[in-house]
């Protein structure tokens, strides 16, 4: 049987982001801690039109020295790298172009409808609502910027049942996956607050992921140390085995 391991971790957040609680050192001080060989910083990108919850623009070169400048200095230790969680719009390419850029890598984390830099956070979806999400994620895996897709069942959290539309986008984020060779994150910082089947890790979702070759990427969504340590990592691991996706899952981070 394969063995279940996670010592690389390419979602991890810190006070640049407005709502979590650790420093970038002391997210890397506790992953030396906890066994990890790899940490990747993925703050939540800037929009043109500021938001709270997540890096402000004029923030972005200090972010980026930070974790650069004392990945340097544990080197010895765990491997660094720094990125982004971004949403993503086809009409706004240049600007995550010039973000990806800046940065080893990028991970999609859709939290809007329609173009993020103008429409509202997710809240009461619609049938038509999961059609415009899935044709939004469907841009990100053609753009070529995105090495993973977070929370891929994230939309489900803001939808109310498990119907042919829900099932409509399972697949279209199944077939993404496969067509682009990206895998999908399964999120530890989910289960904390998982009360429904719906919410992610979705009940329903990952069962439809185990009978595909679909990637598994398994990621701790740290926005608190505790997220990467092992009483958390043991939760998910019991869903991955539940839902049968062992098999899925990949120890590394292939960077596009």
């Known amino acids: ?29 506790a992953a030396i801690k906890f066994g990890y060989k790899t940490l990747g910083f993925s703050e939540h990108a800037p929009l043109k039109v500021h938001r709270n919850f997540r890096l402000n623009l004029s923030e972005v070169d200090d972010y980026i020295h930070e974790v650069r400048t004392l990945g340097k200095l544990y080197q010895k230790k765990i491997h660094v790298l720094v990125g982004f969680e971004a949403e993503y719009h086809r009409s706004q390419y240049k600007f995550y172009k010039k973000l990806r850029d800046k940065v080893d890598y990028m991970i999609l984390g859709n939290h809007n409808i329609g173009n993020p830099h103008l429409s509202k956070d997710l809240k009461g979806l619609n049938a038509f609502d999961l059609e415009q999400y899935g044709e939004q994620l469907e841009d990100a895996c053609k753009s070529g910027l995105f090495s993973a897709i977070a929370h891929p069942d994230y939309a489900y959290a803001f939808y109310h049942s498990w119907d042919e539309d829900a099932i409509q986008l399972a697949n279209l984020i199944i077939d993404c996956s496969l ?13 904390a607050t998982k009360k429904r089947l719906m919410d992610y ?22 926005h608190d140390i505790k997220t990467m340590a092992k009483p958390s990592v043991e939760k998910a691991f019991a869903l991955i085995r539940k839902w049968d996706l062992v098999k899925n899952v990949t120890p590394k981070l292939v960077i596009k």
């Open 201 to 222: 890790p979705n009940d329903y979702f990952w069962p439809m992921v185990a009978s595909t070759k679909c990637k598994v990427l398994i990621e701790a969504d740290a």
């Open 179 to 191: 067509k682009y060779d990206i895998p999908l994150g399964f999120n530890i910082n989910g289960i």
């Open 1 to 29: 049987m394969k063995k279940l391991e996670f010592k690389n971790n390419y979602h991890t957040h810190t006070v640049y982001c407005h709502h979590a609680k650790n420093t970038v050192e002391e997210n890397i001080k």
